[in-house]
């Protein structure tokens, strides 16, 4: 793990003691990364100040090899920092824990601010068993999970894609086309049950099927979904420029 700090010219090794406003993170293998272009957008509209240069000179700090989760911060003001992680083993199904609290999130389409808020939910869930947290409305509608979205099968030609505010995703913004050419239709729309079948989305997992919903220490199991291998394949990385 290496933390590097922006000065302004350059990323040097150092420290900041401040918790970073902002976010993003994304799975690198040999320089690769799906739809890095949609991570920079997002990151770059949720600072305030320009980050490019900043960004620019991560994707140079990123190893050519091996497989890394670099997780790009800003601070405030013009400090920007990037910790060049080693990525974690990756899972190949997903487990979601149902809180019993809404949604507690203040700013929920921007990475970074609630990131405390959202570790503490994934951290009850692995208590409970599961993989992931699974937000909820006040008014009892699915959002997406602490670190992933989520969506639903209505049938094999059918995804729900849950409204509200929720953070805008990498991993669903570059599968959509695809599923538009497929001729696969999307409907966005509220929904309170889990008896459809699910997928779970992320930068660094892909999709991957939900298998189970957890409530306390119990679970139950979840519809049978759609194998996400065909789309994982279509989501291929590319190279940093």
């Known amino acids: 793990m290496t933390y590097l700090v922006w000065d302004g010219a350059t990323l040097v090794e150092g420290a900041l003691e ?83 609290d809404p949604d507690p999130r203040t700013q929920p389409t921007i990475k970074g601010p609630d990131l405390h808020v959202l570790a503490h939910l994934r951290s009850r869930a692995n208590d409970n068993g599961c993989d992931d947290a699974l937000l909820i409305s006040a008014d009892g509608f699915i959002l997406e999970a602490a670190n992933a979205t989520v969506v639903f099968w209505a049938d094999p030609q059918t995804v729900i894609v849950p409204r509200g505010d929720v953070l805008p995703s990498v991993t669903l913004a570059a599968t959509i086309p695809l599923w538009e050419k497929a001729g696969i239709t999307l409907r966005y729309q509220n929904i309170r049950h889990i008896g459809f079948p699910a997928w779970c989305g992320s930068s660094l997992h892909g999709w991957t099927p939900v298998v189970s919903w957890g409530r306390g220490l119990g679970k139950i199991a979840a519809a049978k979904a759609p194998s996400v291998k065909p789309w994982n394949e279509k989501l291929r990385p590319t190279i940093f420029p």
């Open 18 to 100: 401040s918790t970073p406003t902002v976010v993003d993170s994304y799975l690198a293998k040999d320089h690769r990364v799906v739809r890095w272009d949609l991570h920079e957008q997002r990151f770059a509209t949720s600072v305030d100040v320009d980050p490019w240069d900043f960004l620019h000179a991560v994707r140079e700090a990123i190893p050519r090899q091996g497989s890394w989760f670099p997780k790009i911060e800003w601070h405030g003001d013009d400090l920007f920092a990037v910790n060049i992680r080693p990525a974690p083993p990756l899972r190949k199904a997903t487990s979601l824990w149902l809180s019993e």
